[in-house]
């Protein structure tokens, strides 16, 4: 039996969704298996000379590379510094790696590096080592960034997809789906009334005093970037073995990317964010974590969004504006490639 | 003033000649500046939590993926693995990152991960952490791959480009040239009398048992890949302010790649390898280095292969079979694109 339903690969196998999903968990997981791994969290975390180390790798491959609110730079820089903190750690030092196509404008280059840089001195963690490499012309596009991050697990807690409990509150940390209107608005050449901007930014100081803040009451966080909200609450559903139902209404939304979303017909619990966490915290300490995260700019929208619930294990729900219940599954297929 | 001499990226600049130091130290050396970025070695050492921790990255964009000797996968494991432990460090864990281009087979992609994770049992490292994109057709390569690694740094000798002296010993570990002929061949469709592998292979048990052996007098380890052995030196002889001189007649090269060489009109000594070290030593430690290396299979053809003087500063030169003195310059332009 093959071990991938396709034989060659589609865009699809890189959305975050089911077929991502797949190829992980059928062809790298299996052959690199080892106890840090099998975790398959967005960061391993390692024993390292006697300290417990974070470290994650990201590719950013977003097209175009220049869009409203950001660009592929800072996007690597924030977005491998929130795999890192989203167990709890400490980010300590980055590196970043650029494969060029040849005839890029070394002007974009520097530009792209200037708003790395200015990234990686907002969330105070420094890029020590890097690696270039130059591609023919036609064998690339533009430029792909690979950013790997270390950081220092300095906590005592199990912060983790596996630590869902009945009852528990979904908190999320500011409005959703920016990220990725933001890319497919300049991609497509789709102007709105109101500019809809990537929300990229470094949560490291959010977590950082969610931790501080809640010790043990909080059980997991997660940064929903590919497959959106949708992805990262299946994947907890399913590592934790519980149900999970959202409140739509309590979803914070902006107007402008939920009137973009419903014109596309586009749901933005599938679209990515890059400056959004979504914590999974003890029901009595939900009010106190959306009250931590009010205490910063990057979290002021902050809201309680649902809750978890022993059955369906597996089961993320979403009661509807109308009062009903509609099952929000795992992504399938590519909703918006390359989206970073 | 523009701060680089072209106007957008060549793929030169990706060679590890002259353009590719242009770009890392006016562009991003300069924007990311700070006391590990500002070394330029291979790996960036930083304390972390108390303890010194070597930190490295590389994307691999090799073309063809599969060559003789060795494909993409296993020159991304140990690539990342020797620029880890040439500051003498131990590794300990790798990511892999992979950019796949829609429509590559997945029986490619089983092979390469395979052997990965071949590479990295041997070498006793485990690949913890990992990311996979998509690009659409015609927008990469096939397959590029990103590997960092991370490794413990528990010995107390500064291993340096910085710290050449006069009368040092440089010695490698093997033979030269081996990779960089391999890939051309498979590339440009070549057939020689004897075939022509790759060497890639994980040099940390080497690294290790040179650390052990000559503490203190291990002045300098580097493994000569992009820019081949040419490169390495001209970085070592710039950053120590001194000269260095090769003899030509004690390198080692095999017959039917030196013939290969010739026959394209190629300089060894500019030519990639990867599974080579060079290390510099003090002159008293210098057969002792040797015997060390020759005591691991692939350090069997180690050779004292030139010496350290105060004068001219910066400059590398070779005495040639014929007596006489010839320059070793550092590569301007690119002998052989994507080499690794």
Known sequence: MPILRHRTIQLAHGSG????????????????????????????????????????????????????????????????????????????????????????????????VDSMQRAAARAGVDIVTGDTKVVNRGKGDKLFINTAGIGIVDHPYDISARRLEADDRIVISGRIANHGMAVLSKREGLAFESPIESDTAALNRLTSALVSGLGASLHAMRDPTRGGVAAVLNEFAAASGVGIVLEESALPIAPAVAGACELLGLDPLYVANEGVLIAVVAAEKAELAVTVLRGHELGRRAALIGRVRAKPPGLVAMRTLLGTERIVDMPVGEQLPRIC
């Open 17 to 112: 969704g089911k077929l991502t999903h797949e190829l992980i968990t059928r062809l790298f997981a299996d052959r690199f298996s080892n106890p840090a791994l099998d975790r398959l969290d967005d960061q391993a975390v390692i024993d390292c000379g006697g300290i417990r180390l974070a470290f994650s790798t990201d590719s950013y491959v977003v097209d175009p590379i220049f869009f409203p609110g950001g660009n592929i730079g800072e996007l690597a820089v924030n977005g491998t510094i929130n795999d890192i903190c989203m167990c709890g750690a400490r980010p300590v030092a980055l590196s970043a790696a650029f494969i060029l196509e040849e005839g890029l404008a070394v002007a974009d280059l520097e530009r792209i």
